[in-house]
Antibody
Framework: EVQLVESGGGLVQPGGSLRLSCAAS????????MHWVRQAPGKGLVWVSR????????RYADSVKGRFTISRDNAKNTLYLQMNSLRAEDTAVYYC???????????????WGQGTMVTVSS | DIVMTQSPDSLAVSLGERATINCKSS????????????LAWYQQKPGQPPNLLIY???TRESGVPDRFSGSGSGTDFTLTISSLQAEDVAVYYC?????????FGQGTKLEIK
């Protein structure tokens, strides 16, 4: 079964750090571009970051640039999001998502994890 | 960034009736070299992640019921549910992937009348 499972969310104080993980199974992880998308409580979907298959190319939303780092370990079939200098406005459910299409760079997401909640509050 | 605007924000439709959701982009998402519209639609039920319904504006994802269809080109797009079923109650989002960052509409909440 093709599956993505996020972990690592929780409550953190403003200025703190968290590392999210997304464990992939059931597909050739190294061949797919991967993304993080977040959703604040009661709000819509907002793209956060993406990484290509071998990890050599990354992009970030302006709102997280310089604070968040996306990475992947293809040997472990795992995607990461290192989040530093967290702010209250980063509070959201964070989803990892797979791009539809083997080797495809188009940002259409066919597989999503269940999400992990990040709460930034003192 | 391309701004995606959906209308209406919420919609109540009777079971078996047609539901129509509109999506407008602030600039064209039609790529002239391949004549493809870089527009997708997702369905999100409460407590669940989004589910891909449509991509390339009108291509239905595998396993999606054929009562869901997408249309439009350039800057104006429509998601149509031909005969509403109870399980279609959800929030629907359009998304452009013409440029990075990809951007989503604000969502349309679909309910049963």
């Amino acid at each position: 079964e093709v599956q993505l499972v996020e972990s690592g969310g929780g409550l953190v104080q403003p200025g703190g750090s968290l590392r999210l993980s997304c464990a992939a199974s059931g597909f050739a992880f190294r061949s797919y571009w991967m993304h993080w998308v977040r959703q604040a409580p009661g709000k819509g979907l907002v793209w956060v970051s993406r990484i290509n298959g071998d990890g050599s190319s990354t992009r970030y939303a302006d709102s997280v640039k310089g604070r968040f780092t996306i990475s992947r370990d293809n040997a472990k079939n795992t995607l990461y999001l290192q989040m530093n200098s967290l702010r209250a406005e980063d509070t959201a459910v964070y989803y990892c998502a797979r791009v539809r299409g083997y080797g495809d760079a188009n940002d259409v997401f066919d597989i999503w994890g269940q999400g992990t909640m990040v709460t930034v509050s003192s | 960034d391309i701004v995606m605007t959906q209308s209406p924000d919420s919609l109540a439709v009777s079971l078996g009736e047609r539901a129509t959701i509109n999506c407008k982009s602030s600039q064209s998402v039609l790529y002239s070299s391949n004549n493809k519209n870089y527009l997708a639609w997702y369905q999100q039920k409460p407590g669940q992640p989004p589910n891909l319904l449509i991509y390339w504006a009108s291509t239905r994802e595998s396993g999606v019921p054929d009562r869901f269809s997408g249309s439009g080109s350039g800057t104006d797009f429509t998601l149509t549910i031909s005969s509403l079923q109870a399980e279609d109650v959800a929030v629907y989002y359009c998304q452009q992937y013409f440029t990075t960052p990809c951007t989503f509409g604000q969502g349309t909440k679909l309910e049963i009348k």
